[in-house]
């Protein structure tokens, strides 16, 4: 057991050094305000503070972990070896910055607390993130920097702290409409009939009637497609033990709205096609864009009722998750999944890891039970690359993900596998199913 020496416990301590060593290095870990504890303790220890007790593994303290609310912090950057870091510590710390309070600030999303500037759709702005701008938002920051202190403390310790974890790799499918034009509204296919009209593209024209009048299959119509895929991945019908390759889709259940304006939650054939995938992949909600705590309610029974099981996997339209509004709803509601953790615009890791992590409410200083997956690469962000563009950002975030064995989450539009466009997400989808 590792041992944790310091003057005070706090709630933020508890929450950070509980998903570094338990969740990410597996170890088991416990506080200590006693001196003489800490003194007697055979096995691994170090202390946790603005200084050292004596001559032991110390970890210099920023000071984050004990306030309460939010401040500004300064988050100028520094090295440690080769990876980026922040909150700079005294020649004293066997680490040159506090691990645990950078740690905190990247997991709990602690910028987007602070004042902002949002995009077009009312998120945060990818570009004025801390990542962003300091150029790691391509790495699982944090996973790596427990991957350097767990290689510091075997080197130290001279103890086996192995870690065996197979990274995992799920491919989300965020269904905003099941069909492009068949069981849509009058409004809706008339105003995608008068937008290819004025473009005079005659034959997105001609393949709208034709769906319309029953002649030709739907567009979206791919789901079998999808899950074949899956399959040929799994070489069999049913996902075999142990695999670590997954897909899961994300329906929208919610009213209509100028935002949501895809296929009614009424259409049976719509709710024969949700029933028909929850037969061989997981199936969560994607809830609506303007969804406050009465629709995340409503929908959420309609899931329920609909797949006949509880709802556990959730993500909001757009990936929009104003800080820390959406989550409290969601654990006031007692969901315990969200897939919303990404950028839509930019590849990378916006809380900076890979790993599922806890949402913990800085207003109420409190760890929830909502479990955060957070996903790596959204389609929309690289689509407009060339295939050679986009199969090099998906290697370089897998080849990240590997390299700490943690979960490679990718998001797709379902509108994006449309056969009749000319996109390479099929090669790419191939792509992420190999091992």
């Known amino acids: ?50 200084k050292p007790v004596g001559d032991e593994y110390f970890v210099y303290a920023h000071g984050l972990l004990d306030e309460h609310g939010i401040d500004d912090h300064d988050t100028d950057m520094i090295s440690w070896g080769e990876l980026p870091a922040f909150f700079p510590a005294p020649e004293s710390s066997h680490l040159p910055f506090d691990l645990f309070s950078a740690s905190f600030y990247l997991l709990t999303r602690y910028e987007e607390y602070l004042p902002q500037v949002n995009d077009q759709l009312g998120r945060y702005d990818a570009n004025e993130s801390l990542a962003a701008k300091a150029g790691f938002l391509e790495l699982p920051l944090v996973d790596l920097w427990v991957k350097a202190f767990r290689l510091d403390l075997i080197a130290y ?72 895929m899956l399959k040929h991945s799994w070489k069999g019908s049913r996902k075999p033990v142990g695999s670590t390759l997954d897909m899961l889709f994300f329906f929208h259940l919610g009213n ?75 654990v006031e509601t007692e969901k315990i999944e969200d897939y919303s953790m990404g950028y839509e615009t930019i590849p990378g890791f916006r809380a900076s890891t890979c790993n599922p992590f806890y949402f913990y409410d800085l207003d109420y200083e409190v760890q929830t039970p909502l479990l955060v997956f957070p996903y790596a690469l959204h389609y929309k962000s690289i689509e407009g690359h060339m295939l050679n563009g986009q199969s090099h950002m998906l290697q370089r975030l897998k080849s990240q993900v590997r390299n700490v064995s943690g979960q490679f989450i990718v998001m797709f539009e379902y509108g994006q596998f449309d056969k009749r466009l000319k996109s390479h997400i099929y090669t790419i989808l191939q792509d992420i199913y190999e091992e």
């Open 1 to 50: 057991m590792i041992l944790v020496y310091c003057s005070t416990i706090t709630a933020r301590k508890e929450y950070i050094f509980k998903h570094i060593f338990k969740r990410l290095m597996k170890q088991e870990f416990s506080f200590t305000t006693d001196l003489s504890a800490f003194v007697g303790h055979s096995g691994i220890k170090f202390s946790y503070g603005e």
């Open 256 to 330: 209509y709205n100028r935002v949501d304006n895809g296929t009614s939650h009424r259409i049976r054939s719509y709710r024969e096609g949700i029933k028909h995938i929850a037969d061989y992949v997981d199936i969560g909600l994607r809830y609506s864009f303007f969804a406050g705590q009465k629709q995340i309610e409503r929908e959420g029974k309609r899931f329920e009722n609909l797949a006949n099981r509880p709802l556990k996997k959730t993500m909001s339209a757009f990936s929009k998750i104003a800080m820390p509004g959406h989550y409290k709803r969601l």
């Open 157 to 228: 310790f001279e103890v086996d702290l192995t870690v065996n974890q197979r990274p995992h790799t799920t491919v989300c499918v965020e269904v905003s409409s099941f069909f492009k034009f068949r069981n849509r509204g009058v409004i809706e296919n008339l105003s995608m009939f008068w937008h290819n009209l004025k473009k005079f593209r005659l034959s997105k024209l001609l393949t709208q009637i034709a769906v319309l009048m029953r002649v030709r299959q739907d567009p979206y119509m791919n789901y079998d497609d999808l899950i074949q």
